[in-house]
């Protein structure tokens, strides 16, 4: 239904013109902002914002990419992965600065009590400006705590206002920037009997993929666990406005995660049912009511583990904020 309706829309890798952007992590790695990746242990993605959860969920080893017209293959360390699922290290699209028209304020902007208004269009910052966005985040984050001036204009008219960054570097400004904007994206429709198979091999690759999370979730080297979340987590991955073809795909993607949930062996799930009934089958025996009942209780503690475990990483990620 939903690649019927919509389709795919999705970032070629050789649309990414700009090359990348990353952290202090990705640096430290080897990548540098403007990098064109070219391959993932030289095999080729075509989904730009596969590459992620490809080097994460296929232990890829090396990235090979150019740089002023060199090719060179950077190796990808085993704690690379970890720093990955804490959010650091992410590989972006590099974009362009401009145009940077302020669409909102955040909360307590600087900004805004300077006398920012929603509409302006942010050229540059003291006597700088800037060709790519992430050079914009860098001299903002050289300038925590100090007041720089914003070159704006409003309806047709330059004004200079001077703003003091908080510590974190924020000025409390949000532009609507979308990769639609700076790339060109490629979309790709399905009849109504296409999208029959194309959506169960979707559905397929999704239950691949979280099957590999699971393996992910019990490595002490990965720390995946630390990652888990609850119901503020699974609430925060809907947009703050409705969007029908978001709705649904979320929706496909948890009833997959529910249904993958629900057939594992564990006691009080359908898979722990699974479980006893191949036992009986196999060995022409029952097992007793009391063995059933005992691995009942043990069943839903392991549930209620998992449930106070997921939420209360979500309460231990809002305090630390």
Known sequence: LVLYAWGETYLPTANVKYGIETDSTGHAMGLRNGDKILSVDNQYIENFMQITPDIILNNRKSIQ?????????IPIPAEYVPKLLKGKGQIDARTPFSPF?????????PAETAGVKEGDELKGLDDRTFEYYDEFQEYLAQNRNKTVILNIVRNNEKLSIPVLTTAAGILGVVSNRSYSQFFELKTIRYGILQSIPAGISKGF??????????KLIFSKHTKAYESLGGFITIGSIFPGVWDWQVFWNLTAFLSIILAVMNILPIPA?????????????????????????Y???????????????????????????
């Open 101 to 109: 028209v302020i669409s909102k304020f955040g909360k307590e902007s």
């Open 269 to 293: 799930l359908d898979g722990g049912h699974v479980m006893f009934l191949l036992f009986e089958v196999i060995t022409g025996k029952k097992p007793s009511d009391k063995f059933l009942e």
């Open 65 to 73: 990419v150019e740089r002023n017209g060199e090719i060179l293959n």
């Open 205 to 214: 690759k999704t239950i691949g993929d979280y099957l590999k999370q699971f």
């Open 295 to 321: 691995a009942q209780i043990a069943g839903m503690i392991i549930l209620f583990s998992l449930l106070i475990f997921a939420n209360g990483n979500d309460i231990l990620r809002l305090l630390r904020k």
